[in-house]
């Protein structure tokens, strides 16, 4: 069964700091790998896709990549501002075309 | 194209009552899913349809839960008997294909509330 795994679960970091979320996951065997925003109450807003063929994708100030075979994925936050602030969830589909949640990483970027 | 559409955003309701939700997802997506998501966790997969066809379902789908998607369209969900414990956002999503290169989009969500 596969696991989707985030750490750190909360982080505050001050404006004008680069960070990483990581993300891992127990089953190899994905196809694509998805990095989510989601804002208090509301609905989830796709940041990044990562194929399986793919290692990387890069979007602004995010750059997400993916690493099957060590089932990982980490998504890099440059320059942090307070409008970053949401909670980051990271997502793998799985052969059967559904998709596999972690738990999200909170994050605060504090003025 | 408006996207994945869904009705009604917030729903407060008393424990015993029945609630129903819809979904419209985006037109000609023929894979549609539901997911719950509670306070502090990330969604978890309740069912998907491929057109009229319910083809997976979570064991977190109590009998108290029945989805439908009548002629492959919108489709909805509806909880019987609500409980305090299915107090959740219930997030619908679409794709394209039934293929591994398909990509979610999700919707809004739909917030319920039982007191």
């Known amino acids: 069964k596969q696991e989707v795994t985030q750490i750190p679960a909360a982080l505050s970091v001050p404006e004008g700091e680069n960070l990483v979320l990581n993300c891992s996951f127990t089953?190899?065997?994905?196809?694509?790998l998805q990095w989510f925003r989601q804002d208090p109450g509301k609905g989830l807003t796709s940041l990044l896709l990562?194929?399986?063929?793919?290692r990387e994708q890069t979007s602004g100030r995010l750059n997400a990549s993916l690493d099957k075979s060590s089932g990982r994925s980490t998504l890099y936050i440059a320059a942090s501002q307070p409008g970053d602030s949401a909670t980051y969830l990271c997502?793998?589909?799985?052969?059967?075309?559904?998709?596999?949640f972690g738990q999200g990483t909170e994050l605060s970027v504090k003025p | 194209d408006t996207g994945v559409s869904q009705d009604p955003r917030h729903k407060i309701t008393k424990r015993g009552q029945n609630v129903t939700f819809r979904c419209d997802p985006i037109s000609e997506h023929n894979r549609l899913y539901w997911y719950r998501q509670t306070l502090g966790q990330g969604p978890e997969f309740l069912t998907y349809?491929?057109?009229?066809?319910?083809?997976?379902k979570s064991r977190l789908l109590s009998d108290r839960f029945s989805a439908e998607r009548p002629k492959g369209s919108f489709s909805t969900l509806e909880i019987q008997r609500t409980e305090q414990g299915d107090s959740a956002m219930y997030l619908c999503?679409?794709?394209?294909?039934?293929?591994?290169?398909?990509?979610?989009?999700f919707g809004a969500g739909s917030r319920l509330t039982v007191l």
């Open positions: 990562i194929q399986s063929s793919q």
């Open positions: 349809f491929q057109n009229e066809a319910q083809l997976e």
């Open positions: 999503a679409s794709s394209p294909s039934s293929t591994g290169a398909n990509v979610l989009t």
């Open positions: 997502a793998v589909y799985n052969q059967g075309g559904k998709l596999i």
């Open positions: 089953d190899s065997a994905i196809y694509n």
